[in-house]
């Protein structure tokens, strides 16, 4: 199984594009739309400690640091990040004491919003990537959040006895996995009778944009398509209700997300359209090509549209989509 935070079959981009988190050490990292997230969130929680703990401790700034020293450059930032954080996870709070197995959290760019929106359950969060829960740990420690412990495992062997957690939460993991049902399957075991599970995943096909373009439709395709070889589904989040059922849920119950961008929110403009979502459909263009996909001169368009779509006329529209759904009470132990 590929990761996110290692590799990503061909689909392969250059964070440096779309992260540009300088004060951690993310380089290398390949990422899709969820990387967006990441950005944003990590800017966003992080930073506030970060600005928080040298205002008091009277640390200069590191100069090569560039976003968010400027006040207005930090509006922009902490909007952006809270608008998203806001839209996936506000609705996301679990009772004191309560166990909650985060699977595949990556750098932890959802774990510091999820504890810090919980701060008395008691949360694990875990990853195939020795090197995400390395980073996952740095962010949680910088967070200041006591209430999360990580460890290296895999969905499909997970090191926990069956029931041993109150709640679930899987975010822009299953898109990645070839066996999506057999995951949910997992974690379910991993549910008390009665416990949830929260699903969050993107769906690529949900973009639309004004102006329309055809050639930007068909540079998305071609990401689609690479995932889609490298054994995921940029498409999943569509199918999120049918997946849990399959899986044995109940009470599944699924909300879409929309992310909506136009240029009376310059923040988003250039943190989700340009920098997340055009960039990433950037960095497949070399697989692209070399997958004999599309042509250079309508990639190149298509990307060119998409930037398009950022300028002061432009509108840019995504959808995520969040599920919760219930492991019945009367579930026997598997
Ligand atoms: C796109 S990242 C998402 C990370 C995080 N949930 C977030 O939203 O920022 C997908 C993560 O799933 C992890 N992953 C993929 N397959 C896994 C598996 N079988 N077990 C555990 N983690 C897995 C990858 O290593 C990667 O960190």
Redesign the pocket.
Known sequence: ??????R?GDVTVDLKMAIEIRNLDVAGVV??L??L??TL?IRGVLKHTLLASRALTGDPMPTSYVHGYDPRENLRLQDQASTLVDLLHSDTTYPPASTVL??????????VPLASNSPGALITS????ET?VAQATSAVRAAGLTNVTLRQ?????LPFPPASFDHVF????L???AHPVE?LAALKRMLKPGGTITV?EGDHGSAFFHPDSEFARQAIRCQVQLQAKAGGNALIGRALYPLLCQAGFVDVRVSPRMVYVDSSKPGLVDGFTRKTFTAMIEGVRKSSLKSGLISERDFDKGIADLYRTAEADGVFCYTFFKARAVNAADAGQP
């Open positions: 199984m590929h990761g996110c935070g290692d990503h990422g899709t969820r990387f997230y990441i969130a985060e699977a595949g959290c990556g750098v932890g760019a959802q774990t875990i990853d195939i990537s995400s495992a895999d969905i499909f062997h899987v975010c822009f993991v898109e990645h996995v995951a969050i």
